[in-house]
């Protein structure tokens, strides 16, 4: 059964038309002007974008199902707008080896959007023995990362660099020296001073973007930085950038939208790794998304459950969510024309990955169907009791948006049809 999106400003990377769009059977059959379908979704007043993907999701599965499964984690994020997510490996256990691999790809295949998965760099993310990166990488992994944890051991993270050179894939790096680390519960500074909580520098963060750019010059690999949150982060790649190095980064949303003053509330929905940071770092990584220094915005969705985010702020995980906020907050906060945001969220991200072709465009017949259709002007509050996920702790509850996905299209299929989830 066909479905034309009918009316909406379609725009991709090859620029901007008004046009209707056909798909059917997995693909996109035409763009154009009145166009007719089985069925209508439509779209007017609206922006007509590839689907979204993101490079950074805690889908949580296995070993977490409290928190979110795979499934839900998927309606999230096609709620989100995203037709792709890569799952980060701190699960229990890791992903870290084929087995686990194939079972994260096997329940993806039952979720609304694509799922792909990262893969461990280290055995058990322990960092201390290199993960069997080829037989992962054998299942189609492309991005390696010990995400949750980085990668402390400069040999080590060589060798992993000369490895993955040879087979193609991307090493992805969170970025945080565990020694300088160690204790901090929030970004060390006037606040964490004020508070009286234990805090992160921000050079435990800088210390090893420095390093592995040292190691990406010296082995020739490409390194991708995940969730960078500091000024001197944003301007170390941007130099690696102008160096001509294959060096690219992500940032995640709350990093844009939110300051350390947060925790001033002592509420563990603004604990996150790495920490909020002062208003100077925020303004740093938007301009690092204004100035093509960053090339993505992820959202490192990261579910806790009531239980688990309801203790005291020291103890308490850090993580926040995101796929469902990630394009508003976008779209209100950085000031960015919308074919910005949307290459942010769609194309840029998507090349990382290694999923051009089949995500973020560009929105023509043949290629695959994968959408978002959204409102660019909606305004909205966010509730966490309207979020697809399993948990709750959105660290945006009440605050006034701009910009609404209205539905989104996985593989042709009109997964979210106006706001509301079809199983
Ligand atoms: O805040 C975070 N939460 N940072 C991480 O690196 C891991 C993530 C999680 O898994 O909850």
């Known amino acids: 059964m066909s479905t034309v999106i009918k009316g909406g400003l379609v725009i991709d990377q090859t620029g901007e038309r008004t046009a209707d769009v056909v798909v059917d059977d997995g693909r996109i059959v035409a763009v154009g002007p009145d166009l007719s379908g089985d069925q209508v979704l439509d779209a007017s007043g609206c922006v007509v974008s590839p689907g979204f993907v993101d490079l950074h999701t805690h889908l949580r599965q296995p070993g977490a199902e409290e928190a979110e499964t ?109 020694s300088l680390a160690a204790g901090g519960q929030m970004h060390e500074g006037e606040w964490s001073s004020l508070l009286g909580i234990p805090g992160v520098p921000a050079e435990a963060e800088e210390l090893m973007v420095m390093r592995d750019i040292a190691l990406s010059r010296f082995t020739g690999a490409p390194v991708h930085f995940q969730h960078l949150s500091t000024g001197g982060s944003i301007a170390m790649v941007r130099a690696a950038r102008e160096a001509g190095l294959a060096v690219t980064a992500e940032v995640a949303t709350h990093h844009f939208t939110l300051t350390d003053e947060a925790c001033a509330s002592y509420n563990p929905v603004f604990k996150v790794n790495p920490p909020l940071r002062p208003a100077d770092d925020r303004e740093a990584v938007r301009e690092g998304l204004a100035d093509g220094a960053v090339d ?4 490192d969705h990261a579910p806790h459950s009531p239980d688990a985010k309801e203790m005291p702020f020291d103890q308490a995980p850090p993580g926040m969510l995101g796929l469902e906020t990630a394009l508003a907050l976008a779209l209100t906060e950085l000031n960015l024309p919308i074919a910005e945001v949307v290459g942010l969220l769609s194309w840029r991200p998507a090349a990382i990955a290694g999923l051009n072709g089949t995500h973020g465009g560009p929105i023509a017949p043949d290629a695959p169907a994968n959408l978002c259709v959204f409102d660019p002007d909606e305004e909205w509050t966010v509730d966490p009791d309207d979020l697809a996920s399993r948990s709750r702790n959105t660290p945006y509850a009440g605050r006034r948006v701009r910009g609404r996905v209205r539905h989104t299209v996985v593989g042709s299929r009109p997964v979210v049809v106006d706001r509301e989830m079809r199983p």
């Open 70 to 178: 795979i499934e839900t984690g998927g309606w999230a994020a096609v709620r989100g707008g995203f037709s792709a997510v890569v799952a980060m490996p701190n699960t229990n256990p890791a992903i870290d080896c084929a087995a686990v691999v194939q079972e994260v790809l096997l329940l993806g295949s039952q979720a609304p959007c694509d799922v792909y998965t990262s893969g461990a760099i280290t055995v058990g993310r322990k960092g201390e023995q290199l993960a069997p990166m080829a037989e992962m990488a054998g299942l189609g992994v492309r991005l390696f990362t010990d995400d949750g944890n980085g990668v402390q051991d400069a040999g080590l993270m060589r060798r992993a660099m000369e490895y993955a050179a040879g087979l193609g894939v991307v090493l992805a790096q969170h970025c945080e020296v565990d």
């Open 296 to 299: 993505a915005i992820a959202t």
